[in-house]
DNA sequence: GGCGTTTCTAGACCAATGTCTAATGCCGGC
DNA sequence: GCCGGCATTAGACATTGGTCTAGAAACGCC
C-alpha cells in the first residue's frame, strides 16, 4: 500500500454491480481513496476534467456513447499523466495488446478475481503496466491505420469529442446545440474543426473513421 | 452428382486466388457447370439480376463494401430462391448460427479441405443445410434488434440498397448519382425512401443502422 | 501582469441533404 | 388486354450541414 490514502481514483463503468464491486476492491488496496464514479462518458468527461489530480482511472471499453478505444486515445492525449487501467469483459490477447498500444496501462479481464483485481489497481498505482497472466506487452502493435486514426481523434479538444460522439449517434446539429446549451452556430463550427482533424468530408465520414477505433474482429 | 450439368454457380469473394480455388472445388462437384465470379458487391448485384436462374451462390461476408450480413439479408429477400453458402475466414459458432438465422443454407470456414467443401456445395445443391462440425443449426436465433433491421433493409429495393451501401461510404448524393449514372435528384429521392424504410431521419442514422448487422464481437 | 496562442462562441453565406409532387415505365393480376 | 401498384426518374422547394470571418474567453509563457 504505498499510494497515499487521499488517493483520487475515478471508475467509469455502466452496470451499476460492477462498478460497486470495483469500488469495493479499490477501498481494499487505498483504504481513503476517493472515489468518483462514471456511467456514461459525459460523466467521465466531467470527472476527469474537474479532478486533474486524479491518480487512476479504471476505464470499461464498452459504455453508452463509445464501443472501442476511442475514449481511451482522447483521454490518453488530453489528460496524458493520468493512468488508465482498461477493464472489460473480453480477454482477448489482441484486444489487451491494443489496449496497451493505445497508452493504457493495465488491463483488467472482469473475469479476474477480486485478488488478482487489487493486485492490478497496486501495482498501477506503484507505475508498473499489469496485464492478466499469460500475456506479454512487447509485440505487434497497431495496425498503421488505427494508429493514424487514433492520433487525430487524440487531437481533438474535449468539446470536439463530446461533439464526435454525438454526431456516431446520428443526432443533428439543432440537437446537439441543445443537449450542450449552445447555439447551433456554435456546433456548426465544432463539427467544421472535427472534419479538419479527422481529414474528412462530411459527419458521415468522420463517424466512419472514429469507427475504426471500435473493437470488431 | 445429382446436380444437373448446366447448373449455374456464383462466386463471390474479392481473394482472386482463393475464388480460383473455389471455380475448382465447383468443377469438381459439377463438372459442367456456368461459374460467374464477383470480385465486389457491385458484381455481384449484376450477376444475381442478369442469372436468375442461379442454382448457388457462393458469398464471402468479407468485401469492399459489405463487411457483415447486410448483403445476405438483401439477397435473401430480394432472390429468395437463390440457396446461399456463406464462405468466411471465421469458424466461430455464433457467426455460424447468425448466418444462418439471416437465411443462408450453408456455411463453410475457409480452412475446410477441398473435400469438404466440395461435401458443402453437393449438399445444398441437393436442398440441404450444412454446417462445419460440432456445428448445431437449432438454436438462438438473432437478437431482436439484429431481426428487425435485417428486415428492414431486406424491404429495400436494389437501386436503394446500392444507394445504401455507398452511404455507408459516406460519399456524398452528387458522387453516388455519378457512379449510377443518373442525376443527383434521383439519388436524394433513393435516399428518402431509404430513411423511411429505416425509419431513421438522416443518412448518418441510415449507415449506423445498417451496421447493427456488421460481425463485431 | 502582459502577450501570443488556442478554444469557444456565433452570425452570414453557400453547398449538401431531404421532402413533395409528378411523370414514365414495368410487372402481375383480373 | 387492361388496370393498378410499385420502382425509377427528376424538378422545385425547404431544411440541414459546412465554411468563412471574427470577437470573447481561457491558458501557458515570458
Redesign the pocket.
Known amino acids: 500500500m504505498t499510494a497515499p490514502s487521499d488517493s483520487t481514483i475515478i471508475i467509469a463503468d455502466d452496470h451499476p454491480l460492477f462498478r460497486e464491486a470495483m469500488i469495493q476492491a479499490v477501498r481494499n488496496c487505498v483504504p481513503g481513496a476517493r472515489v468518483i464514479e462514471a456511467d456514461q462518458l459525459e460523466s467521465l468527461q466531467h470527472a476527469v476534467e474537474s479532478t486533474p489530480e486524479a491518480d487512476l482511472l479504471l476505464l470499461d471499453l464498452n459504455m453508452p456513447g463509445v464501443h472501442g478505444f476511442s475514449a481511451l486515445a482522447w483521454i490518453r492525449s488530453n489528460f496524458a499523466t493520468l493512468p488508465t487501467v482498461i477493464v472489460s469483459a473480453t480477454d482477448e490477447p489482441a484486444i489487451i495488446r491494443r489496449a496497451i498500444s493505445h497508452g493504457a496501462s493495465g488491463f483488467i479481464p472482469k473475469s479476474s478475481s477480486i485478488a488478482r483485481i487489487e493486485s492490478a489497481i497496486n501495482a498501477v498505482l506503484e507505475g508498473e503496466v499489469w496485464l492478466p497472466e499469460g500475456i506479454t506487452e512487447d509485440d505487434g502493435g497497431l495496425g498503421d491505420e488505427e494508429a493514424d486514426i487514433a492520433a487525430l481523434v487524440a ?6 469529442f463530446r461533439v464526435l460522439l454525438m ?1 456516431a449517434e446520428g ?7 441543445y443537449k ?17 482533424k479527422l481529414r474528412v ?6 463517424v466512419l473513421a472514429m469507427q475504426e477505433l471500435n473493437i470488431e474482429e
Open positions: 487531437a481533438l479538444t474535449p468539446h470536439q454526431l443526432l443533428m446539429n439543432k440537437q446537439i446545440a450542450l446549451g449552445v447555439s447551433e452556430a456554435t456546433i456548426k463550427a465544432h463539427v467544421t474543426a472535427i472534419l479538419r468530408t462530411n459527419r458521415t465520414q468522420a
